[in-house]
């Protein structure tokens, strides 16, 4: 069982739709990162996540961390082709006394003109 | 904006050979790191080293594993008895404080070692 379960593994939309990938886990998390990671290239930080409940917005994409700060989502409003990429959620337990950043498996979205 | 590198951008090699992979962090940053992503899997920790020392190490780092500050800009991995399983992107990572302190971790762009 991995610490962070992302869903979906995959997604592939039409330009112009909307969507929501999902990171949970069963540990709680002093912060939640999300980065994307395009083919060749190393993870890019999109946002960090502090407070439960906190919603962050960085243009279209929308981010959320759960209450319980247990899970995350993100929402990208109107798709566009250039936000095609593997989505990546990441962080370090709370009950974790190091500083082992650990990535969910990732979501491959694939955004279709 | 700063950014980390990595060299080579690819790396072949025979099993049972030793390997270097290079990185220089951004130059402020005090905290280093290296991950690996086998093809299609997740991007896995390797290890962090702050210091000129290991801070933490995964399962995965074992005694064929060792990395290096050797002068004040690069940071290396080596590999010293390559495996085929040791194929994969190797991302060196750099943070200006504890990744645990919410701090991101800048990433290079990979090598991607294939080991024959």
């Known amino acids: 069982t991995q610490l962070l379960e992302q869903s979906p593994q995959f997604l592939s939309i039409q330009e112009g739709e909307n969507l929501t990938v999902y990171c949970n886990s069963s540990s709680v998390f002093s912060s939640l990162q999300w980065y994307r990671q395009e083919p060749g290239e190393g993870p890019v930080l999109l946002v960090t996540v502090v407070t439960g409940g906190e919603v962050k917005k960085l243009k279209r994409l929308t981010f959320q961390f759960g209450d319980a700060r247990k899970d995350s989502s993100l929402h990208i409003t109107a798709a566009q082709t250039g936000d095609t990429g593997l989505y990546l959620c990441a962080g370090v337990p709370s009950s974790d006394a190091g500083n082992m950043l650990t990535f969910g498996g990732g979501t491959r979205l694939m955004v279709k003109p | 904006e700063p950014e980390v590198t990595q060299t080579p951008s690819h790396q072949v090699t025979q099993m049972g050979q030793e390997v270097i992979l290079r990185c220089v962090p951004i130059s402020n940053h005090l905290y280093f790191y290296w991950y690996r992503q086998i093809l299609g899997q997740k991007v896995e920790f390797l290890v962090s080293f702050y210091n000129n020392e290991i801070s933490e190490k995964s399962e995965i780092f074992d005694d064929q594993f060792s990395v290096e500050r050797p002068d004040g800009s690069n940071f290396t991995l080596k590999i010293r008895s390559t495996k085929l399983e040791d194929s994969a992107m190797y991302f060196c990572?750099?943070?200006?404080?504890?990744?645990?302190?919410?701090?991101?971790?800048?990433f290079g762009n990979g090598t991607r070692l294939t080991v024959t």
């Open positions: 990572a750099s943070s200006g404080v504890l990744a645990a302190n919410n701090s991101p971790l800048h």
